[in-house]
């Protein structure tokens, strides 16, 4: 039986939580700077914090983009992260429900991510191919590069995504 989640948007006094949280989930790989500098980018990123009781124990970001081109606007979801003590708890899936509920709201229709396919099937993502990533993509990460429509009656999006600064660099886009 999973405990009580609770999602909010996240507040200042959250960082040093979120700070060990990335450390903890993400041992191999520092995306503290990238969080750090995404939370600066309000109004474009909604950040959201999951808690067990009261315990931060989940976070997502979803940094509100463009298609070049075009008046579209596309999510891009993550980083996302779970404690690894609280992970299989469904804190992730309220995480990513519950931001997807938040941009359909704001007139998001499509949003966009660059993660295991098995993982976002999950919540109805699919391979994308009419967005292009803002760099290419190794081969190998292709199948990773997916999207969930949240207007389908909506025509799709087509085009390159445009990102903020924090998400310009190319080394976030390749292995
Ligand atoms: C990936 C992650 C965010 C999932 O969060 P979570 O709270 O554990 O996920 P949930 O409890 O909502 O969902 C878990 C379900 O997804 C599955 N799942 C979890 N990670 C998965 C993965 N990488 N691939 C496929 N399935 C996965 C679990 O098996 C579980 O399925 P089950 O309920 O049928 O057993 C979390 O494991 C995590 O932070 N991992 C380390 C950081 C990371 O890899 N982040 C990825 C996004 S950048």
Excluded: N
């Amino acid at each position: 039986m999973f405990k009580k989640t609770f999602i909010r948007e996240s507040q200042q006094g959250d960082s040093i939580s979120i700070e060990l949280l990335y450390r903890d989930a993400f041992p191999e790989e520092d995306l503290l700077p990238l969080v750090k500098d995404l939370l600066q980018e309000t109004p474009v990123v909604l950040s959201l914090a999951g808690f067990i009781d009261t315990s931060l124990v989940g976070h997502v970001l979803f940094t509100t983009c463009g298609i070049a081109g075009s008046a579209d606007r596309v999510g891009l979801l993550g980083p996302l992260a779970v404690a690894t003590a609280c992970q299989r708890q469904g804190v992730g899936s309220a995480l990513i429900r519950d931001g997807l509920l938040r941009l359909e709201t704001a007139g998001v229709k499509q949003v966009c991510v660059l993660g295991d396919p098995a993982y976002y099937g999950r919540f109805g993502f699919a391979p994308e191919t009419d967005i292009a990533p803002p760099y290419p993509l190794p081969a190998e990460w292709r199948e990773a590069w997916q999207s969930i429509r949240l207007r389908p009656a909506a025509p799709p999006g087509r085009g390159r995504l445009t990102v903020p600064p924090p998400w310009r660099q190319p080394a976030l886009w390749a292995p």
